[in-house]
């Protein structure tokens, strides 16, 4: 049955052990994200398997679900109304917000438990955390004095929202930030979280800063790519996530619509090249699944667009028939669509 997304958990484990004993070798744990591929079990038991620290996840409800001894981290910064499932199923979540943190307390308090964070600093993406430039000495004072909370460490984000990539320089704004406030309050904090998969590259050319202990990764274990430069990492696989579909119609017709032009089904307007008569297939797949610019078509094959459940190539080279199947790699994006999608098959190779 189609589509499938066919993945290969040989090549996850692969890029999971080779990617983590880079980082171990430089006094660097990782969080493994689980988001992209919705907490599935076969995979978090690939990742039980190996001697990653960490899994985080955005979703409570994956954190829930989840069958594992590992450290389980919220990735997404929590919101207010969900505290008390936070401390029972997180036992790590990252936060940037001191009235969410006091009632992550009351909900530690009530369940008898005392519960960690990673405080947030925003360096200049400007996605979640405390502004740097901010006073942040009072909210951390504040933080110190709450019974059920454990101030584990300090964290940031990059590139995901700004497209800010990691530097030396931009990293050691979080470094004093690290200074001041364990030289304020005469504490050390464990764990200093420097990014995710766009660090990846600092880590590989061993130029990450020394104070930076920690780095949450899902893209590079995944798609084997960093995500500064969209570059491939050397040894690690890109194809252990690929989606699999079948051709639904397949005819020779003009590659001009006929008629005036208006908007596409999602009001796009859309223009069109002349290229003559053209070999085209349609596939059972559309923008409700996956957005055909997350896939990579085969050598040979042109995507020319999409609707809701129709996925339109052109055919260049190659023969194909009516119910043969073709293959796609991914984005990072797709494969997080593709496996949010319950219509979407998923089958297994170890």
């Not at 304020?184 to 590989?204: E, V």
């Amino acid at each position: 049955m189609y589509p499938n997304i066919r993945i290969n958990l040989a090549k996850y484990r692969h890029n999971i052990i080779k990617l983590h004993q880079i980082a171990k070798e430089q006094g660097i744990s990782i969080m493994a994200v689980s988001k992209v591929f919705c907490a599935d079990q076969k995979l978090i038991d690939v990742i039980n398997s190996t001697d990653i620290e960490y899994i985080a996840d955005s979703k409570i409800e994956n954190l829930k679900n989840m069958m594992t001894t590992k450290t389980k981290v919220l990735l997404r910064i929590p919101q207010k109304s969900e505290a008390d499932e936070v401390v029972m199923h997180a036992h790590l979540s990252l936060n940037s917000e001191l009235e969410v943190i006091e009632a992550l307390n009351e909900a530690a308090m009530k369940q008898n438990l005392k519960h960690k964070i990673l405080l947030m600093f925003d360096i200049g993406d400007l996605r979640e955390g405390i502004y740097y430039k901010s006073d942040y000495l009072p909210i951390v004072k504040k933080i110190l004095e709450l019974k059920h909370i454990e101030l584990y460490g300090i964290g940031t984000n990059l590139t995901c929202f700004g497209g800010v990539i990691p530097t030396e320089e931009t990293l050691e704004k979080l470094e004093i930030i690290k200074q001041k406030i364990e030289q304020k309050f005469s504490i050390h904090l464990t764990m200093i979280s420097g990014g995710n998969t766009s660090a990846i590259q600092m880590l590989m050319d061993r130029k990450l800063p020394s104070f930076i202990n920690n780095l949450r990764i899902g893209e590079a274990l995944v798609l084997g790519r960093e995500t500064a430069y969209g570059m491939p990492i050397e040894n690690l696989y890109d194809d252990g996530f690929v989606l699999e579909t079948e051709i639904i119609e397949l005819k020779d017709k003009p590659s001009m619509p006929e008629g005036i032009l208006g908007f596409d089904a999602f009001g796009n307007r859309v223009s069109f090249t002349n290229q003559g008569q053209m070999k085209r297939a349609i596939l059972g797949i559309g923008r409700q699944d996956v957005a055909c610019e997350d896939l990579f078509p085969p050598k040979g094959i042109n995507i020319l667009g999409c609707s809701s459940d129709h996925l339109v190539l052109q055919i260049i080279e190659g023969q194909y028939k009516i119910g043969d199947t073709i293959t796609f790699k991914l984005t990072y994006g797709g494969i997080l669509r593709l496996m949010t999608s319950r219509y979407i098959r998923r089958t297994y190779e170890s």
